[in-house]
């Protein structure tokens, strides 16, 4: 996965693409905070029903 700081920089449009893609993230779900990326994806892989790579693997691929 990228870097956080990488992360974190394209952060707000890869946060709208992904609720075009899963419309049930709320933007609390998407909360991305400097040094937490791995609370982010726990919330995401919980969210999503997805693991932690394949959720890794659709934020790479936006």
Known sequence: MTHASELHRNWKEQKVKLKQKFAVLINNDLLFEEDKKEALLERLQIKLGKSKEEVQN????L
């Open 58 to 61: 659709i934020i790479e691929s």
